[in-house]
């Protein structure tokens, strides 16, 4: 495994500091398809800090079950606004989509950077979105391309 060479998340959003900001998200209509959803903290390194899942009360479902596959997305979209941020500029996934389509000056960008299925596939799938998730502390990569809903912490 590789590790990121700096774990620090003490400045971030915790476990359930982004749990109540994510359950807050999903719980307003947005015109959206109203599922159950995960969001994913990164620090500055890369290293996966945070990540949850709530669900959504028009799914009426008595616990979280966001699409298996949308962890990893999840995870992809934190590094992608962190690797594409600085203090002058800051760049969502969805800022990204045109620039790195065919002709855009960045396209193929999404190929440029795998998810790593090391730490992103690691440890007991019954630990995905519980403070103790395997992905804590790893860098998962990944560079995501599409919109998705956010939420300021």
């Not at 298996?68 to 800051?90: E, H, L, Y």
């Amino acid at each position: 495994m590789i590790a990121a060479p700096n774990n620090d998340c003490k400045d971030l959003p915790s476990h359930s500091e982004l749990e109540a900001a994510l359950k807050t998200a999903v719980s307003s209509t947005n015109g959206g398809l109203d599922f159950d959803m995960w969001a994913t903290v990164v620090n500055r390194y890369g290293a996966v800090c945070a990540i949850v899942k709530a669900v959504n009360s028009a799914t009426n479902n008595s616990e979280a079950d966001p699409w298996p596959g949308s962890r990893v997305i999840s995870a992809q979209k934190a590094n992608t606004a962190n690797s594409f941020s600085s203090r002058q500029v800051s760049w969502s996934s969805a800022s990204l989509y045109g620039v790195s389509q065919p002709g855009g000056s960045l396209f193929g960008l999404q190929e440029s950077n795998p998810v790593d299925p090391r730490a992103a596939y690691r440890g007991n799938s019954k630990h995905y979105g519980m403070h103790n998730d395997p992905m804590n502390g790893m860098k998962v990569g990944g560079i995501n391309v599409f919109g998705g809903r956010s939420c300021d912490l």
